[in-house]
């Protein structure tokens, strides 16, 4: 029996829920989720929540959700069913539900078409030498820090730079404004969570109508000088799909543009940092690694699951439907629990084992139409940065765990990670 099947039932355990979730926002349950994780899948394989919907919990059923066409995202038409529709109307919530994560068919499959895998085995092969020139010149960077101090922040110095880099790099954007766009990504990120402040979502609209800006002038700058470059062809293609519409192509190459660019550069960033955290606290496993280099892309994949860099993602349901035993009318919001999917020991046995050969057994990076465009470049990247650091610091350690955004539920960020040699 699947563990769809194999369920027991559900309880709205209303308080119990609400003091988990409260857990996993303190600086406890983020360096420490896996209790959590256990204690909501005790509850059932769908969960309700306090407010509405439901949160699923199993590697099934959450499988399920992002397979099946039975489940969109939540657009701006489901929006506008809501009872409260002006609770979706914060700026920084409507800019984000006009890309690509945020869309359905017949629009999603459009863009999706017209985009194509932008990170196909012909581009990352073409991105694989600046890659190794990017990591390569970050990591010189570091040992100059743990030259002159002793211990350098990986974060700072390396993780959250090298996607950046390579994503701007990739769209010609100019490396002068590299940091204006992880400062303005860091804040917006805000308006994705579930219990976002009122000075959050604030601050969220400032940094969405920074986004707005810069995007808006890097379109009307690169149509006015186009180059041999990504950005120059989406403009030549969407402005021959709206001929006489301008002002719709913009739309559709603003959103892919701010889309492509933002929403891989935390999520990557804390895959980077994990990935070389989990390389690196074992002299052992690092020793290990160095003599079986093969094993790198198994790492990898062990860092994603073990700690998702996304841990909710919402679906709501497109028709009646039933999910784990449990009826549900169209609209049901459901939110996926990706980290206690990936911990869910019907699935992954000793889930709380840190495992370099178990095969890989997540769904973080979705599946389904909504798959994660920019996978495949964050392989590429880790790949990279984890082979050079093995071979450049061999006895490289952190000194002591992650320093996270305790307020994120969402997507998750590590904002520190102490090194030396």
Same mark, same amino acid.
Not at 42 to 54: E, R
Not at 124 to 140: F, K, N, Q
């Given at each position: 029996?699947?563990?769809v099947?194999? #369920? ?12 988990l ?10 360096? +420490?989720? @896996? ?15 306090? =407010?509405?919907?439901y ?9 399920q959700?992002?397979?099946?066409r039975? =489940? @969109? ?30 869309? +359905?068919?017949p &629009?999603?499959?459009c863009q999706?078409?017209? @985009? ?6 012909? /581009?990352?092969?073409g991105l694989?030498?600046?890659? !190794?020139?990017?990591a390569s010149?970050?990591?010189?960077d570091l040992e100059?820090?743990l ?10 110095t390396?993780?959250e @730079? ?14 002068e ?7 303005f990504?860091h804040?917006?990120?805000y308006a994705?969570? %579930?219990?976002p ?11 969405t ?9 890097? #379109? ?10 990504v950005? /120059? ?8 799909q709206y ?7 913009d739309?559709?190459?603003?959103h ?5 660019t #933002? !929403? &891989?550069?935390?999520?990557?960033a804390? %895959? ?6 989990f ?8 020793q =290990? %690694?160095? !003599?079986n280099p093969?094993?790198i892309?198994?790492l #990898?994949?062990?860092a994603?699951r073990?700690d998702?860099p996304?841990?909710?993602n919402s679906?709501?349901?497109a028709?009646?439907?039933?999910l ?5 009318p ?11 999917a990936a911990?869910d ?10 495992d370099?050969?178990r095969?890989?057994?997540?769904i ?10 920019g !996978?495949?470049?964050a ?7 984890i ?5 450049r610091?061999?006895t490289?350690?952190?000194?002591g765990?992650p320093s996270?955004?305790?307020?994120? %539920?969402?997507?998750?960020?590590i904002? &520190?990670?102490?090194?030396?040699t």
């Amino acid at each position: 029996m699947t563990a769809v099947g194999d #369920i027991r039932g559900t309880t709205n355990h209303r308080r119990a829920v609400i003091s988990l979730l409260r857990q996993l926002r303190s600086p406890e349950g983020q360096a +420490n989720p @896996l209790p959590v994780w256990e204690k909501l899948r005790a509850l059932g394989d769908v969960v309700p929540s306090p =407010w509405g919907g439901y949160f699923v919990t199993s590697f099934e059923a959450c499988s399920q959700v992002l397979r099946s066409r039975d =489940w @969109l995202v939540p657009d701006f038409a489901w929006q506008e069913r809501q009872p409260d529709p002006s609770r979706w109307q914060e700026l920084a919530t409507q800019e984000l539900t006009g890309t690509l994560s945020r869309i +359905n068919p017949p &629009s999603h499959t459009c863009q999706r078409r017209a @985009l194509g895998n932008p990170f196909d085995r012909a /581009t990352l092969e073409g991105l694989r030498p600046r890659i !190794a020139t990017l990591a390569s010149s970050l990591l010189d960077d570091l040992e100059d820090r743990l030259r002159a101090d002793g211990e350098a922040d990986f974060v700072r110095t390396v993780a959250e @730079l090298l996607p950046v880099r390579t994503v701007c790099e990739w769209l010609s954007i100019p490396e002068e404004h590299f940091p204006r766009i992880l400062h303005f990504t860091h804040r917006q990120a805000y308006a994705q969570e %579930l219990f976002p402040s009122k000075d959050e979502l604030a601050e969220a609209g400032r940094a969405t109508l920074e986004m707005r800006e810069y995007f808006t002038e890097l #379109i009307r700058d690169r149509r006015a000088r186009p180059g041999n470059d990504v950005l /120059t062809g989406w403009i030549h293609h969407w402005d021959a799909q709206y001929p006489d519409d301008r002002a719709a192509a913009d739309r559709v190459i603003y959103h892919l543009t701010m889309f492509i660019t #933002i !929403a &891989s550069l935390e999520t990557s960033a804390v %895959l980077l940092t994990n990935a070389v955290r989990f390389a690196t606290e074992d002299p052992a496993r690092a020793q =290990w %690694l160095r !003599a079986n280099p093969e094993h790198i892309e198994d790492l #990898i994949e062990e860092a994603i699951r073990y700690d998702p860099p996304v841990w909710l993602n919402s679906h709501v349901a497109a028709d009646d439907i039933v999910l784990a035993g449990t009826p549900m009318p169209k609209d049901t919001t459901v939110h996926i629990l990706y980290g206690s999917a990936a911990h869910d020991p019907r699935r992954n046995p000793d889930p709380h084992v840190f495992d370099v050969l178990r095969g890989g057994g997540h769904i973080t990076f979705g599946s389904g139409a909504h798959y994660c465009l920019g !996978a495949a470049l964050a392989r590429a990247e880790a790949r990279e940065l984890i082979a050079q650091v093995l071979e450049r610091f061999p006895t490289l350690r952190p000194t002591g765990p992650p320093s996270y955004d305790v307020s994120r %539920l969402v997507f998750r960020r590590i904002t &520190s990670l102490k090194v030396a040699t």
